[in-house]
């Protein structure tokens, strides 16, 4: 079973800290992409990462960057949280079609 | 501009009876189409997909129909269980790319 794990269900942090969310994938896939869930909008993509150093941004990437050193693990920093991102963050990896998320982080910025 | 469009924000459907959810796209360069099913606090799990060459893949209670003239795709599920209640997201994946399009969800309700 693929298996995508984050690092935290939940996280609370102040506006202005520099926030981590961290995603590991044990299937050794290529991709791995990062979204953001919020009510009404669906899974919006901040960044992708087709390969270990190698990002391209999605379609929401303002507030946000991405550190791909190796090939399981792909992180998302908001480098200065702001309320705006309070949100469900979901990480997710694939190889061909179908893409494989994890539980997902609950972040909520105060 | 949503190229992946779900309309229906919420389904409410009896035990036993057939969910439709729906799913309209604006862009002709997706090549695969799939579903996914969220529970609150959980991330969304793969269900089905479909080749932009098919027009129907089936795979237990679940079967996905893919008009390509009406740009339209649709979720069977048949028979409805209360297991089933769920947020239903259609994808779309774009050709010769690995970035999916997501719809907005709907959300079924499946009533004992």
């Known amino acids: 079973d693929v298996k995508v794990t984050q690092s935290s269900r939940y996280l609370v942090k102040r506006t202005g800290e520099k926030v981590f969310l961290e995603c590991v994938q044990d299937?050794?896939?290529?991709?791995m992409f990062w979204y953001r869930q919020d009510p009404g909008l669906g899974l919006r993509l901040i960044y992708f990462?087709?390969?270990?150093?190698?990002?391209e941004k999605g379609d929401i990437p303002e507030g946000y960057s991405v550190s791909r050193e190796k090939k399981e693990r792909f992180s998302l920093i908001l480098e200065s949280a702001s309320t705006n991102q309070t949100s469900m963050y979901l990480c997710?990896?694939?190889?061909?079609?179908?893409?494989?998320f994890g539980q997902g982080t609950r972040l909520t910025v105060v | 501009d949503q190229q992946v469009k779900q309309n229906s924000p919420s389904l409410s459907v009896q035990e036993g009876r057939i969910s439709i959810l729906n799913c309209d796209y604006t862009?002709?360069?997706?090549?695969?189409f799939l579903w996914y099913k969220k529970y609150p606090a959980e991330g969304p799990t793969f269900l089905i997909s479909i080749s932009s060459i098919k027009d129907k893949n089936e795979d237990g209670r679940f079967t996905v129909f893919l008009n390509k003239s009406a740009k339209h795709l649709s979720l069977h599920i048949v028979p409805s269980q209360p297991g089933d209640s769920a947020v239903y997201f259609c994808?779309?994946?774009?050709?010769?790319?690995?970035?999916?399009?997501f719809g907005t969800g709907t959300r079924l309700k499946v009533l004992a």
């Open positions: 994808a779309a994946k774009i050709s010769g790319t690995y970035k999916y399009i």
């Open positions: 862009n002709s360069m997706f090549d695969y």
């Open positions: 990462s087709y390969d270990v150093k190698m990002k």
């Open positions: 299937m050794d896939h290529e991709n």
């Open positions: 997710a990896s694939n190889m061909n079609t179908e893409a494989f």
